[in-house]
């Protein structure tokens, strides 16, 4: 016999032959908890209808029934239900250029089921079953007789020998012109476009017209472009623009760059406006902050919101830099003790700041979120510097390209520019080398945000 041991059968009786159901209606049963089940037996003309219209919206249209005996193999004379000794088709022409028709299909996945429509009384907790007739609707183009003119006649009938010969004798490029004709004859010329006076463009016939009629009944619930660039909008992230204002000081308030009233108040100055007053160096990490700080600072005080704007983007840059790297390419923030160590403000500052910029309930940043805080950063960097900015330092201190920089401005409405020789000399950069790393910033009335790309079409180039 063998030494190893005997591997016991595996025993799956604790695990249930069906999943539980889900999300399930619970109607009230009978008194006694119990539901009876009976099948009507149908021995009337006359039965429930089950229409199916795939690939169509159901018209409103009445239907006129027609019944005849059916004369199929799977009659059988000694069932007596009418559905079975029976063919039933429901017909309507109200339609001015479509017809609709509804019958039984005797091929395919319908002619080998059978459906049934139940009602269930919870009172007495009974469900009648009775057989229903299954239909499927489909419509067909109507032929509408047409009186053509002896010109269009003999116009047709030119051009289309016209374009017999071009496809006999005709280059590769004539061919290819007369098939375009072919497959582009549904396009109609746009009433509002240029009608060139010599091109013939006939009337559309009675299957082009049902045609186009349905696309734009069925489009005609479609949002528009418009609709579509603000439905897009409105879920960016990036700060909410006063698009009603005529000033641009007034398209990104203060306030709701930092999160409201309260938290502006919330935002330390004090140390600074102190050191200012005993002329004391300030020095911190981000390079555009500190060089910006004495400008902000003059006299003083300064412009108290104007300085509050400046903190609350060093915090943000702080925060920045504090990240660590977290799922799938995102970043992941830090307690909320630690963190207001490293900004250098309170515990509730940073909690407001963490849970404004984070993923609802966690500490963890995605795609959407790191892009909203940038665009907040930026938005900041332009209230700063009186909305027209140099991105160079406050890309150095995100660690971003030049280009993925300028996108965070031109998504808040900004237009990005390469310095030009005045703008460099105002700037203080020195030589145009150099300046082929810096962009300029300005957010002039209207704002341009990046439009709704529309994909092209795949076409290769001759």
Known sequence: MSDGKRKRDSDHSDRPLKKAAVNRVHQPLARNGSIKVSMVENTDDWCPIIVTAPGMIVPTHPFKPYSKTRMDSTFNPRKKSPIQSSELLLQSSEHPKIDYVAREESVGAHSLRRHYVGIYDPETGKVEVIEARNLVLRGTVRELPEEASKDDILMETSQSLKNDLGRTFGTKKARKAIDSLTVNAISLQKPDGPKDPDRHTPPPDARTSAIIESLTHST?????????????????????????????????????????????????????????????????????????????????NGDVRKLRALRYLLILLDFHLSLKPGKFGGKKAGMTKDLASQLGISEALADKVKVRFTEEGSNFLNKWHLDNLWTHIAALALVVDDFEVDTYELKEDLRMETKEMSKYFQEIGCKVTIPTDSERRRFGIATKVEAQMHRIARLKLPLEFPKLRVPAGNYRKR
């Open 220 to 300: 005609s619930s479609m949002p528009t472009r418009q609709e579509l660039q603000l439905a897009v909008d409105e879920k960016k992230p990036r700060p909410k623009a006063n698009l009603d204002t005529e000033v641009p000081e007034e398209v990104y308030p203060i306030e709701e760059l930092v999160g409201g009233t309260d938290i502006m108040l919330q935002i330390p100055v004090h140390h600074w406006q102190e050191a200012a007053r005993q002329n004391k160096l300030i020095t911190m990490k981000s390079r555009h902050v500190n060089k910006r700080l004495a400008k902000v600072l003059q006299g003083g």
